[in-house]
């Protein structure tokens, strides 16, 4: 039986409440003061991407990234293998992606024109960071990319927009590791002060992401 994805995300969010909790997070270094590469962090409402400017990339990293050479803009995001990609979503399937570790995907999506008029109904915040936070954040999803000791990884399947792909990636979906953590944990790993703790459920992530939009 077909299941409605907002209606998943808010059972699923009640879901990871109770276990939350059970998390532990490191400490995160401060942003730093310089202000330089803006970035954009993405919201649909249940899915949250991080979204940086194909002139910006550092050399030699996210080789995936020529498969779109037209693109201005690339979005990144991270999930589960067969959740993800499904353009039909079953209440199986929905219990087994938050309850069994699966296997996860990047979904890269090659942008022509800038993130707020590709994704007009989502919610788009700008975050300016120095240069280290962006080397750092750059390194995150590139190693979030499988490839199996290759130097790049062929897309797994057609993404969700014409210009993007899945793309095979490491780590386990479940419960307490979602899309949304996985982007809470970029932006961290970046020396940004974001909790991946209660990241599970987009607007919990997007609420810290307006606070780093306000102070920066």
């Not at 199986?92 to 707020?116: K, R």
């Not at 080397?135 to 990319?145: A, C, E, G, K």
Request: with cysteine; glycine share 8%; hydrophobic share 45%.
């Amino acid at each position: 039986m077909p299941i409605d994805r907002f209606r998943f995300v808010k059972c699923f969010a009640a879901l990871a409440l109770l276990l939350a909790a059970c998390t532990a997070t490191a400490p995160s270094e401060p942003m730093g003061d310089a202000v330089g590469t803006t970035v954009f962090v993405t919201s649909n409402g249940w899915h949250t991407g991080i979204v940086i400017a194909k002139a910006d990339m550092t050399p030699n990293l996210l080789p995936e990234t020529g498969d779109f050479p037209d693109a201005v803009f690339f979005e990144f995001g991270w999930g589960d293998a067969k959740f993800y990609p499904a353009e039909e979503t079953t209440i199986g399937m929905t219990m087994e992606a938050a309850l069994v570790p699966s296997p996860a995907v990047m979904h890269m999506v090659g942008l022509w024109t800038t993130p707020s008029r590709y994704f007009p109904d989502a919610e788009v915040v700008k975050l300016s960071i120095d240069a280290t936070q962006f080397s750092r954040l750059m390194t995150f999803i590139d190693d979030s990319f499988d490839r199996a000791g290759n130097p790049r990884v062929s897309a797994s399947a057609p993404g969700l927009y014409k210009s993007s792909g899945f793309y095979p990636a490491k780590g386990s979906f479940h419960l307490l590791n979602t899309c949304n953590t996985w982007t809470a944990r970029a932006l961290r790993a970046a020396g940004l002060e974001i909790k991946a703790t209660g990241t599970t459920h987009a607007e919990a992530l997007m609420q810290q992401v307006r606070g780093l939009d306000q102070a920066a």
